[in-house]
């Protein structure tokens, strides 16, 4: 992978959970040439329904996911926050990479978390074909009898 592909990269995060395996997972490709880091976090609102959750409460949450990537890579590239409104996830994320000329869309893949279930039916074929940026995924691979868990360049 060349540095320019990650240079200025956006990255979806959905929780805290997610935030924390995706810095473990990022944590492998981000280097000196990753200049910045644009940590995009999409408060999904229902059209026609109550919100999920009081909007106080979800932005509190979206800034302990801001947070947390901050806190990961202290001292490392520029983090950038991003915070999307919107019915459709997905052209929040990509209205995002527009919006921030990222170079790259890249996330980790999460077993259970919310973006893996979003790639895991069209909405994924929706990302990979209406992004003008290449969509990258940082899978993570369990170690055989061990809780540790790598990146795939990893093992």
């Known amino acids: 992978m060349t540095n320019s592909l990650i240079e200025q990269l956006l990255v979806p995060i959905a929780n805290e959970r997610d935030a924390r395996a995706t810095c473990d997972a990022l944590e492998s490709v981000v280097d000196d040439g990753v200049e910045t880091i644009t940590v995009v976090h999409v408060l999904?609102?229902?059209?026609?329904?109550?919100?999920?959750?009081?909007f106080e409460a979800r932005a509190t949450a979206a800034e302990s996911i801001f947070e947390i990537v901050e806190t990961w890579f202290q001292g490392?590239?520029?983090?950038r926050r991003e915070l999307r409104y919107?019915?459709?996830?997905?052209?929040?994320?990509?209205?995002?990479?527009?919006?921030v000329d990222a170079s790259a869309i890249g996330f980790a893949?999460?077993?259970e978390?919310?973006?893996k279930r979003l790639l895991s039916n069209t909405e994924s074929?929706?990302?990979?074909?209406?992004?003008?940026q290449p969509v990258l995924v940082f899978s993570r691979v369990e170690s055989a009898g061990s809780d540790e868990t790598q990146t795939d360049s990893e093992a």
Do not use: M
Request: aromatic content about 4%.
């Open 86 to 99: 919107g019915t459709d996830v997905v052209e929040e994320i990509i209205t995002a990479a527009e919006a």
């Open 76 to 79: 490392g590239p520029e983090i």
């Open 113 to 115: 978390s919310r973006l």
């Open 125 to 132: 074929y929706r990302l990979i074909t209406e992004s003008e």
């Open 44 to 54: 999904e609102q229902t059209s026609g329904y109550p919100d999920k959750a009081p």
């Open 109 to 111: 893949h999460q077993p």
